[in-house]
């Protein structure tokens, strides 16, 4: 129990606030709620005949997007929308560029402390393939499914492995 | 787009690891997943007929708990538990002592930047006003059910301050 009664609103309660490592903060955040995801889906118009998508999001409540901001700015890449099935909003950045160039070399410099640091890796693995167009070619695309569906472990997944290399042209 | 063919895994991309702030990791952290909470429910052995429980918890998907521990740790107080509800497991400390002497130090010296932190400053309120007993107090018990009923916006909530008011003794 507490022995004395203390005033919490006094400078000594807690000391002087510290300055705030923004990056440490971003990895924090993205740990909970953060998101690295690539998604396959079937593209007529692309010769393999599916289109491989990486992608990196973070949501959050409407009510208080203000680290959505921030994380927008830090990272200078991706939209924040909201999100209509829910009363989120979304960062989202779609961009092999921008993943590539902005966001990746965050997350192994502060990488996440949780398992999620997994879902980092693959995606890491994914984009440089993707950099050396092996997502173009349907060896490259079954080893892209295969990595995409080690990711996310939770999450749901439209396509499996098997059905991409079931119709990869 | 990407301009050359960059190799991911040289330790030229993303430069050396930098090390983490642990502090700002779990402000970051607890910005997305955490949530400071004072609960009011009615306990007819207490004179004023209710009782003030303040929580500070975390949850987080069972297959990566690490941060819980981290987080668990960190402050050297509260408990993991599986939520039996979902897939989660939940840090959770209900102690006024260690909220006051492990809790809120921290996250008045590394404060959340979404509004988020409102919630922190209204728990520390109350958690000044049960250190000086006016919990105890059908009046002190009135004006923490209307600080309380400010927190938390989109979450919900079983009593509203006016059932507490019409019944408090």
Known sequence: MVGNVRNLWTPQYAGPRDSISIESYISGYFDGEGCFSVAIGPRPGIRVGWEVRPCVSVSQNADRSQVLELVSGFFGCGALRPDPSDQTI?????????????????????????????????????????????????????????????????????YSAEQIKASAR
Not at 124 to 143: D, F, R, T, V, Y
């Open 90 to 158: 979304k960062w989202e950045t779609r961009s092999l560029g921008d993943i590539v160039d902005r966001v990746l070399p965050h997350f192994l410099k502060y990488p996440l402390i949780s398992e999620k640091h997994d879902d980092v890796d693959l995606l890491a693995m994914i984009c440089q393939m993707m950099l050396n167009k092996q997502h173009l070619g349907s060896q490259g695309l079954l080893q892209i499914a295969e990595l995409a569906a080690q990711m996310n472990p939770s999450g749901s997944r439209r």
